[in-house]
């Protein structure tokens, strides 16, 4: 994840919304999100802001040093992780490239909402929701790969050129930006679709779990790559997942029963039980 891919999602977000104005404007009654336009288009452009500084951050951060390049090996990683230190140096670039368009291609797969006519109907909070959540999930990752400095797996690596275990952002491991960013816009996806369909119950579930195809996918390259260990891939799908159901979900208007409830109990102990149910 990095700079062009935060372009490509302004460009869609730009694009769509020139696409979508041509289309018949249909007022719904009521929104299935309740977007705040006036806050959350300045924050998100903030945000998108904030991250452009930190990926430059994140570029000038200090690679491992010579001599650890030199005293690292592959038993120096735990069991679970250990296998990404060990690919096929040769196919380093290729699974990079791989993992590249694998990212630009997830990134777009959203702009297929704007088939169901439902969704159109409010094709700008849903591209402002979906912007949103990128620069949250985007800023998430930059925080955590700034604060922890995690050594790429080919710096374990024997047949890796030295020069590339001490270059700049040979220690950003941890976690994958990419797989983040996958997991944001597959799993925006599927929460949008299924709130828009509540008649598919159970079987939005289904949903979900493709969902997990795209990260995993480029997961799996930047695996190849030795950019990023299972670990590694494992929390960048948990972050961007959960950032691209919750943002969404957090917006949602609240068309039933109130998703809190308050519950008074009395007897040797008095008190009031509070629940909070995710619909």
Known sequence: MGSRSLLLII?????????LFAQKAEKREESVYKVNRKLEIPLTLGLFGVSVLG????????????EKALSLTPEDVWWFDRPATKQDASKRLDAHNTSDVLLNSSIVLPVLLAFDKGIRKDWFDVLLLYSESHAISTNFYIANTALVSRARPFNYNPDVPIDDK?????RNAWFSGHVTSAATASFFMAKVYSDYHPELGNKKY???TTALIPPSL???YRYKAMKHFPTDIMAGIAAGAATGILIPHLHKNKQEESAWAFVPFAGKINGL????TFK
């Open 55 to 66: 990926f430059n951050h994140l570029a000038d951060k200090d690679g491992v040093s010579y």
């Open 273 to 276: 039980q509070i629940s909070y």
């Open 11 to 19: 460009a869609i977000f730009v694009l769509c919304q020139n696409f």
């Open 166 to 170: 001490t270059a700049n952002e040979s």
């Open 206 to 208: 289904w949903l979900f």
């Open 218 to 220: 480029v997961g799996l």
